[in-house]
DNA sequence: ACTAGGATATTT
DNA sequence: AATATCCTAGTA
């Protein structure tokens, strides 16, 4: 289990981008379901207007992002899906990762139950997805990901070194202005599992 | 292959 | 009224 010390005062860029390799797990109703990180986006509270703590601002659903790094922000997403994103640096600071995709490694059986799919490329390649295959819920916002009790939390993969990780604009941002061309999106070159709109994207980071 | 529409919690 | 999405059903 990656501890504590993972999640703390570390940039939210960088973070990002260590996430990709790493193998996010989850037990839930006694099933263990895994895989590995793939695709992830960069979420900064204070300077980002495409965040939903953007300059401080709090809400009932942003309060969580302004928890210590290790914990879950869970909300829901156009009224159905729960995105799952991974809270980082230090209290009130309100940066997150948003993991938006996984290469299926573990539980590959339950995920094609609770998904109603049976293509494997199908269980993880989206945001909503893979909360979904993985069994997570607005119910799991808040949980801290590091404890020896913990029902999500992540596990070491393999390392994926900078020239092997692409990096394009966030998805699905229109009204967020110069915001939503940041390069903050960032995914493992080559691999299948990442989320479907994989137009623009540039070779290392700018 | 591509596109339109529906599902619907939360915020402004 | 808009949104950090996904699925189905329709047309091509």
Redesign the pocket.
Known sequence: MIPYSFYVNQDILDISKKLLGKRLHSKIGGVETAGIIVET?A?RGSDDK?????GG???????S?YKEGGHA?V???????P?F?IVTSSKGKAE?V?I??LQPVKGIEEMKLR???HKEI?LC????????ALGIT?LHNEAILYNSTAEIWLEEGMNIPNDDILTGP???????QECMNWPWRFRIKGNKFT???NTVYYEGYP
């Not at 495409?50 to 953007?54: D, E, G, T, V």
């Not at 601002?57 to 309060?63: C, F, H, K, M, Y």
């Not at 390649?125 to 979904?132: D, I, S």
């Open positions: 986006e979420y495409a965040c939903h703590a953007y601002n709090r809400s009932p659903r942003s309060l992002m922000y909300y829901i997403c156009y009224g159905i899906h995105l994103n997150v948003l938006r995709a998904r109603n799919q199908n390649n989206g945001p909503g997805k893979l909360t979904q607005k966030r998805v699905g941002l229109s009204t967020a989320s479907k709109p």
